[in-house]
């Protein structure tokens, strides 16, 4: 980036990387961290999964000091356990605030009554907030909702008042309903709607994919933040990209020897992390695959990467790449 170029400049809200399973593990939120989000939270981590300390739930936990602030993120139905999981993970790990997750539409997760099946139920999802608060206190609790079950029963007004009451002190709407997964088009009126009712911050999610989307739903909604996930799974350039929309500098999007050397580091950092480069290369195939949207050949070169199983595979199809000017 180069400097100010005489644009208006706009101090940048703080800008979220989303929780995302199988996505935002330690390495990739470092690798944001970088970019320049600001706030990180882990995948969702069920409540019976801390409670039983299983090794891959220890996987999930794992957080590096440069992460900070991060946050936990819980997923689950029983107040009670849920409450008894949140002192466990605060204890055990000692996060910046825990998070609830309201808005998972997985339907693994919803037939188990978590994720969003609890917008369809404000008593419960009281509950469940309200345990976890008094769990943990002072260490803060936030929550995720989406603006609804259905179309039929867009309710994000009620859930974000229930929640405030129960004491969650800061909420993040996504602007879908659990009916639309991540499909159709996020409603900021909704967000924005859900901004002027409460006394909390409230960050926007959905459908940032530039630096000129993000300074749009800033202005339009009232939201306090911001926050990015789909678009970061093959971007993650975009919180450089939205950083510069708001303070006014030059942002060059990079080039394919960028690409293709970020792509690496993450492999070697993935790769260090797990201990054992075969496992981290089969976990990593989907994650590279993103990376090549927009890519020039993306069709072939995600055919490849969707089986390569090491470093040296990986480099060949980099040296494929660059001959072919890709």
């Known amino acids: 980036m180069t400097p100010h170029t005489g644009r208006a400049s706009l101090d940048c809200p703080p800008l979220f990387?989303?929780?995302?399973?199988?996505?935002?593990?330690?390495?990739?939120?470092?690798?944001?961290?970088?970019?320049?989000?600001?706030?990180?939270?882990?995948?969702f981590v069920s409540a019976e999964g801390i409670l039983h300390r299983n090794s891959r739930t220890r996987c999930y936990l794992e957080f590096d000091e440069s992460e900070r602030p991060f946050g936990i993120q819980l997923f689950g139905a029983e107040p009670e356990r849920l409450a008894e999981a949140a002192r466990v993970l605060v204890d055990w790990v000692a996060p910046d605030?825990?998070?609830?997750?309201?808005?998972?539409?997985?339907?693994?997760?919803?037939?188990?009554?978590?994720?969003?099946?609890?917008?369809?139920?404000?008593p419960l999802l009281g509950r469940v907030a309200g345990a976890v608060v008094r769990a943990v206190s002072p260490t803060p609790v936030t929550a995720k909702i989406r603006i609804g079950w259905d179309e039929r029963s867009i309710n994000a007004l009620e859930t974000s008042r229930v929640l405030v009451e129960e004491g969650v002190c800061r909420l993040t709407v996504h602007g879908r309903t659990k009916s639309q997964g991540y499909a159709g088009v996020a409603?900021?009126?909704v967000i924005a709607a859900v901004a002027a009712s409460v006394t909390i911050p409230v960050v926007g999610n959905?459908?940032?994919?530039?630096?000129?989307?993000?300074v749009r739903r800033w202005r339009s909604s009232g939201v306090a933040g911001l926050m990015i996930g789909r678009t970061a799974m093959s971007n993650p350039w975009i919180f450089s990209e939205v950083r510069a929309a708001f303070t006014g500098e030059d942002f060059t999007q990079p080039s394919a020897a960028e690409r293709w050397s970020l792509i690496r580091r993450h492999c070697v950092e993935e790769i260090a992390w797990r201990g054992d480069e075969a496992v981290a290369m089969r976990a990593?195939?989907?994650?590279?695959?993103?990376?090549?949207?927009?890519?020039?050949?993306?069709?072939?070169?995600?055919?490849?990467?969707?089986?390569?199983?090491?470093?040296?595979?990986?480099?060949?199809?980099?040296?494929?790449a660059d001959a072919a000017g890709v």
């Open 206 to 214: 959905g459908d940032i994919r530039s630096g000129e989307d993000a």
């Open 97 to 122: 605030f825990v998070d609830l997750n309201f808005g998972c539409p997985v339907n693994k997760v919803v037939c188990k009554n978590g994720g969003s099946s609890l917008l369809r139920d404000c």
């Open 187 to 189: 409603d900021w009126d």
């Open 17 to 43: 990387l989303a929780p995302m399973a199988g996505v935002t593990n330690t390495v990739f939120r470092r690798i944001c961290r970088q970019m320049g989000a600001d706030v990180l939270t882990s995948e």
């Open 284 to 320: 990593l195939r989907a994650r590279l695959m993103a990376y090549t949207r927009g890519m020039p050949g993306g069709p072939r070169l995600r055919e490849r990467l969707a089986r390569v199983g090491n470093l040296s595979e990986l480099d060949d199809i980099v040296a494929a």
